[in-house]
């Protein structure tokens, strides 16, 4: 154990600062439950905009013996960017790179600008429990989330661009509760790193991903047991989930005719292991709103050959510091390795130097190292939820030495500051800009050398969102 402990810390040099942090936090913090953007804690638990609806004005109904609540955000994003960028970003590419138009003329990246008008990342769901709650023994309920961010058919007659989104299944589990105790099993967000940074332009896919925030929805079995201590929330939590890695540059060797990403069997599932992961929080009411604190740890194993295999880790802590009633400070941290399947490592969980031709084996496959995390500061000038400022950063970076020539994301970081602002009951409109910034890694006989070439975007969104 000792052994394997001092190769975790050896393979990324963020381990013992966010650890050391992480810790400071827990004893200087006193004081966490419910929180402002939802329930604090818990995985699973929807992400709640900027004036969530009350109870009392819940769109819900009893059918037999269900209470069923269907919710939702019909989501409208108008997007502007000062280079090519994806609808929803995730790093700038870089600005000497050139783009061909339709006639064979050429621009560079930065010289170009785009305009996207998009409601594919509406959300729509409904929660099913019962309508007489059992007074004792376990209460079962049930959850199914969509969004219209699947994937685009075509055929030749109708571009892929074309408005043709189909419905994409985000979260579908079901529990059962008993006193403290909470199983949940299906499609769920993962353990670690619970919490996101608040977002209209980016619900398909988290604001950060890629660039310090840790995320993902994988099918999975947890146990939840809460305990209360006073007015301070302790919870525990533990679950396996499925081994899903997803690493193009090894994963599409896999690949067959007739298959599909979701359904073969890829590194992770042939090493026959489930991920682990583990998080212990606190939560305690604090100046209004809530304090709270988790620690979070993850373990799996992917199969690179018949009898090799590279082991998958990270520790990760969320945080909710209110400073002030107006004022609350989030974010998360991480450190690990081969954190591809959360899109840590700037997307990369393996480097690999291809051999030559490209169908020969590899000539060298090694794990990459990364820490990262995000910060958000929520400013509510008017002391409620009819206006909001958000102001953040994150990051993500891989060792440079861990790179190897053909992977060379160096590091992603980005910027970004929203205003929401409530227009009418279930109505809220918010801007929001990010800058993001792209370095790449140059190599020199197969080395890290000088830096390569580097992307900046900036881009502005528009959202206009109704709630029920």
Known sequence: MKKFGSRLLRENRYGVRLAVFAAAMALLSPQVGQAQYGQYGGPGEQVQYPSPQPPAERVETNIGPLKVRPYGTLLMNIQLSDTVIDDIPLWARTDASLVTFPDGSRRRNGEIHDLVFTARQSVFGVNLSPASPPTSGWIPSALVEFDFFGARPSDARQP??????????????????????????????????????????????????????????????????????GNTTAVVQFGVLRPQFGEGEITDRLTTAGTLSDTFSGLGERSTHPFYQARVAISRPMRGSTFGLGNAFHYGREAIGSDRNFDSWAYAFDLQLPLHPRLILRGEGFVGSNLVPFQGGFGQGVSVLAGTPATAPPVRIQKIGAGGGWAELAILPTGNSNNIIYLGAGTDDPRDSHLLPGTGRAKNSFLWASYFRQLANRVTLAFEWS??????????????????????????NLALAYQF
Do not use: C
């Open 160 to 229: 892929q661009t074309r408005v043709f989104n189909e419905p994409r299944l985000r979260l579908a589990y079901f529990q059962l509760e008993q006193g403290m105790w909470r199983i949940t099993a299906g499609q769920d967000k993962a353990i670690i790193s619970p919490l996101d940074p608040v977002s209209l332009s980016h619900v398909a896919i988290p604001l950060g991903a890629t660039a310090g925030n840790l995320w993902m929805w994988l099918p999975q079995v947890r146990v939840d047991h809460t305990h209360q201590f």
């Open 435 to 460: 800058n993001w910034q792209f370095r790449t890694e140059s190599f020199v006989g197969g080395r890290p050398g000088p830096r390569g070439n580097f992307g900046s975007a900036n881009v502005f």
